[in-house]
């Protein structure tokens, strides 16, 4: 656990321990069966969608950026009146990916109520007894408390191993599906690199 006023060289410490101990633990929860499944989902989709409220937006919008680069249209939704217009459209070769700390969101439950009929769908939270877990096809479990893997306790850093542990499943997912299409996923990342590196040598010469 983090104490007052410690210095630089614990914390820094520290905090690769939780998230090293996160994605240890996250791994373990994992099956190679789930793993078949849930890859199965994601190379199946054309489009994932994304849903989720505060932090993490911010993990969402990184699943879109990996997913992106295996030839998928990617998207976080976070705004209320949008969620629930994706929820009324046809959402064939659709995924949606939940993203919920405690699996209890009101709004993100009412949402995959509505969304399991028209998509398939993912939540990643620490609770395996959430209320949207009745409602999704997979759960990915990420650790409740690093005390299930570890001696490290986690007060007010309950986030750091969350955001490690939930970026770690989007990176499995997204290595899955690079490598089942990894011919064409590396022919895009080269055309996409070269854009890059035209854009960059251009605007060092103006």
Same mark, same amino acid.
């Given at each position: 656990v983090i104490q007052q006023q410690e210095n630089a060289m614990t914390i820094m410490n520290k905090i690769a321990d939780i998230d090293t101990l996160a994605? %240890? +633990?996250?791994?373990? /929860? /994992?099956?190679?069966?789930?793993?078949?499944r849930v890859g199965k989902m994601v190379h199946e989709a054309k489009y994932i969608d994304f849903y989720a409220f505060d932090m993490n937006i911010h993990l969402a919008r990184y699943g879109c950026s990996q997913f992106?680069? =295996?030839? +998928?249209? @990617?998207?976080?939704? @976070?705004?209320d009146n949008i969620q629930r217009m994706m929820a009324l459209q046809n959402n064939e070769n659709?995924?949606? &990916?939940?993203?919920?700390?405690?699996?209890?969101?009101?709004? *993100?439950? %009412?949402?995959?109520?509505?969304l399991r009929a028209k998509a398939k769908t993912i939540l990643i939270t620490s609770q395996g007894k959430s209320r949207m877990?009745?409602?999704?096809?997979?759960? *990915? /479990?990420?650790?409740?408390? *690093?005390?299930? =893997?570890?001696? &490290?306790?986690?007060?007010? /850093?309950w986030t750091v191993a969350f955001s490690a542990a939930t970026k770690y499943l989007l990176d499995v997912m997204f290595a899955m599906e690079f490598s089942a299409g990894y011919d064409e996923n590396i022919k895009l990342s080269k055309q996409y690199y070269e854009i890059g590196a035209k854009n960059l040598c251009d605007t060092e010469k103006s």
């Open positions: 994605v %240890e +633990k996250t791994k373990r /929860l /994992l099956t190679i069966d789930q793993l078949a992106f680069h =295996c030839d +998928k249209v @990617a998207n976080t939704y @976070a705004e659709h995924l949606s &990916i939940m993203i919920s700390h405690t699996g209890n969101n009101k709004k *993100l439950v %009412e949402l995959v109520r509505d877990k009745a409602y999704v096809d997979e759960v *990915l /479990l990420t650790p409740r408390t *690093l005390t299930e =893997c570890g001696s &490290i306790r986690m007060e007010g /850093l």
